[in-house]
């Protein structure tokens, strides 16, 4: 069963505390945060300090994704924050430096992952596969919650799940924008296990409820 990874994007900044307690009760796997610097998506969102915050409030598996450029001047920060797995942009930095970033995460014990824009192939992720924890396929535009899953992404995730089964079973398939109780059940059958979703749960009054009609 895939699991659920609540997005703080879409949470109420003012009652954090209460919105997470209530899909760690839901029983979700992944809280997923959101960290954009304005220059690698038109958006700013949250730092360091709020994910240090977080952690000292949940005992969940904190996934924090990074949308900045050069994620290896950061990686360590976020980590020291509580952060348990780095997801990254494989185009925010030349190969060497992100190569040196999958190094860094990895020599600190935590879990390391890759994402790719919607334009960007499947076979970039050539050089890095066997190392990584999770790759994350963004089924919209990265710089905001509440966009439309874009279906032309799906044949993409059916790529990326045919490597992982050859090169390195272990590494989740993680999918974020869009997904709701309609397009889930097309992310899993294409490969995904991992389903990030923002507005679908805390734009829902009932977060249980939410969770739930994502597993389907
Ligand atoms: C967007 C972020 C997503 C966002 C998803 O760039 O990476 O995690 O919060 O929001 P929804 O689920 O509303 O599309
Ligand atoms: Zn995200």
């Known amino acids: ?9 879409a949470a109420d900044f003012t009652a954090l505390g209460k919105d997470i307690a209530e899909v760690e009760a839901a029983g979700a796997e992944y809280l997923h945060l959101d960290v954009m610097d304005g220059v690698f998506v038109p958006n700013i969102s949250v730092g360091v300090p709020v994910v240090s915050a977080i952690r000292k409030v949940t005992d969940m598996v904190l996934d924090v994704h990074l949308m900045i450029i050069k994620p290896v001047r950061y990686v360590e920060d ?6 348990d797995i780095v997801v990254f942009h494989v185009e925010a930095d030349e190969l060497q430096n992100i190569q040196a970033a999958i190094d860094k995460v990895k020599g600190l014990g935590k879990r390391v ?3 790719l824009k919607p334009k960007t192939s499947a076979a970039v992720l050539r050089p890095y596969i066997a190392q990584l924890d999770m790759v994350l396929v963004m089924t919209v535009e990265p710089g905001f919650g509440g966009q439309k899953f874009m279906v032309d ?3 993409k995730i059916r790529e990326i799940r045919a490597m992982i089964e050859v ?6 398939l993680e999918v974020d924008g869009g997904i709701d109780p309609t ?3 097309l992310a899993v059958e294409a490969g995904a296990n991992v389903l990030v979703a923002g507005s679908a749960v805390f734009g829902v009054k009932d977060r249980r409820a939410a969770v739930l009609a994502l597993r389907g």
């Open 183 to 185: 397009t889930a059940p």
């Open 167 to 172: 090169q390195n079973p272990a590494c989740e």
């Open 1 to 9: 069963m895939a699991k659920i990874a609540p997005s703080v994007l």
């Open 78 to 83: 976020f980590i020291q924050a509580g952060a």
């Open 113 to 115: 992952g890759l994402s």
């Open 153 to 155: 992404q799906l044949d």
